[in-house]
């Protein structure tokens, strides 16, 4: 007879049940960026569903358009924006919040103030929204040492201060990936419960790679380095095979990609985006963290 276990994973590690593991190891933590990653579970989630649903909706002709009211959808980079927004502040332990969607950091109201400043890009990969391809939320936390009199300069930190980052990737399955700072760990949302499932325990990227991620259509902007590299990718000169491309166009799957298979992704500076497209405090800095 089949064991319930064989078929079913019985003892499920939470993606909440992991971050309390973790606090367990600092025991002077009260608990904040648990709290706060949870709020931040909860937008993903929305997220999620909201993605899924987008797809739904405008092939039954819901959504996209100007309804009878003069009312303009909202799309959906806006409203994830939105829900984190909400999400993080009414968690109630964030004082910055640093998000692609808004031109300014949004100072959180000081009776709803905690230590945590956290920069995001809520909807990532936006040009892949309406043909439902993989797009993502990353996000990078930092502590801020006084909340009460926080300055927009002491959110520009360097990035190797960061104390957490993370992103979820809404693909054919829904997978976050974590680091607190103590490994990397992935987690899969399972619908049938609404909870992130950990799936992916400690990933390490292996040491080398079949594949290199750029957009080849930039290579008449880029410099010889650069160039020369990719060629080199194609034409190696080492006796070795050539490397595959892969080029999704969402860095959140790029990168995700790049994590479990191993090879490398680039987005290059060159001369229409001379200091590289990719944004330093939301994109660059919350995935290198991931990375090392
Ligand atoms: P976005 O924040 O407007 O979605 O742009 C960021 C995205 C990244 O996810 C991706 O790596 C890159 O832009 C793709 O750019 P391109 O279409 O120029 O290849
Ligand atoms: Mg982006």
């Given at each position: 007879m089949?064991h319930a276990?064989?078929?079913f994973?019985t003892?499920?590690?939470?993606?909440?049940?992991h971050?309390?593991?973790?606090?367990s190891?600092h025991?002077?933590?009260r608990?904040?960026?648990?709290?706060?990653l949870?709020?931040?579970v909860l937008?993903?989630k929305f997220?999620?569903?909201?993605?899924?649903?987008?797809g739904?909706?405008k092939?039954?002709?819901?959504?996209?358009?100007?309804n009878?009211?003069?009312?303009?959808?909202?799309?959906?980079?806006?409203?994830s924006?939105?829900?984190?927004?909400?999400?993080l502040?009414?968690?109630g332990?964030?004082c910055?919040?640093?998000?692609e969607?808004d031109e300014?950091?949004?100072?959180v109201?000081p009776k709803?103030?905690?230590k945590?400043?956290?920069?995001f890009?809520?909807?990532?990969?936006?040009?892949?929204?309406?043909?439902?391809?993989?797009i993502g939320?990353?996000f990078?936390i930092?502590m801020?040492?006084?909340?009460?009199?926080v300055?927009?300069?002491e959110?520009?930190?360097?990035?190797?201060?960061?104390i957490?980052a993370?992103?979820?990737?809404?693909?054919?399955?829904?997978t976050?990936?974590?680091?607190?700072?103590?490994?990397?760990?992935?987690?899969?949302?399972d619908?049938?419960?609404?909870?992130?499932?950990?799936?992916?325990?400690?990933?390490?990227?292996p040491?080398k790679?079949?594949?290199?991620?750029v957009?080849?259509?930039?290579?008449?902007?880029w410099?010889?380095?650069t160039?020369?590299?990719?060629?080199?990718?194609?034409?190696?000169t080492?006796g070795?095979?050539?490397?595959?491309?892969?080029?999704?166009?969402?860095?959140?799957?790029?990168?995700?990609?790049?994590?479990?298979?191993?090879?490398i992704?680039?987005?290059?500076?060159?001369?229409?985006s001379?200091s590289?497209k990719l944004?330093?405090?939301?994109e660059?800095f919350?995935?290198s963290?991931?990375m090392e």
């Open positions: 089949d276990a064989d078929t994973r003892d499920l590690m939470t993606i909440t049940r971050v309390l593991n973790e606090q190891r025991p002077e933590s608990g904040d960026l648990t709290i706060l949870s709020h931040i937008g993903c997220v999620a569903s909201a993605v899924n649903k987008a739904l909706a092939l039954t002709g819901l959504a996209g358009e100007t009878v009211q003069g009312e303009e959808q909202k799309k959906l980079d806006v409203l924006n939105e829900v984190f927004v909400n999400a502040v009414s968690s332990r964030t910055v919040l640093v998000s969607e300014k950091a949004t100072f109201d709803l103030r905690g945590y400043c956290v920069c890009d809520p909807l990532d990969g936006s040009s892949n929204i309406d043909c439902g391809v993989s939320t990353i990078g930092y801020i040492k006084n909340q009460d009199t300055t927009l300069e959110v520009l930190q360097p990035g190797k201060d960061m957490a993370g992103y979820c990737m809404y693909g054919s399955s829904c976050l990936v974590l680091s607190t700072g103590n490994g990397v760990n992935g987690f899969t949302l619908p049938s419960l609404g909870e992130f499932i950990m799936t992916h325990p400690d990933i390490k990227i040491p790679g079949k594949i290199y991620s957009n080849e259509g930039n290579a008449k902007n410099d010889t380095p160039a020369k590299y990719v060629e080199k990718c194609k034409y190696p080492d070795s095979s050539p490397k595959s491309l892969r080029y999704i166009g969402s860095m959140v799957a790029d990168v995700h990609r790049t994590l479990l298979y191993g090879g992704f680039l987005y290059p500076a060159d001369k229409k001379p590289g944004r330093v405090m939301y660059v919350p995935m963290f991931l």
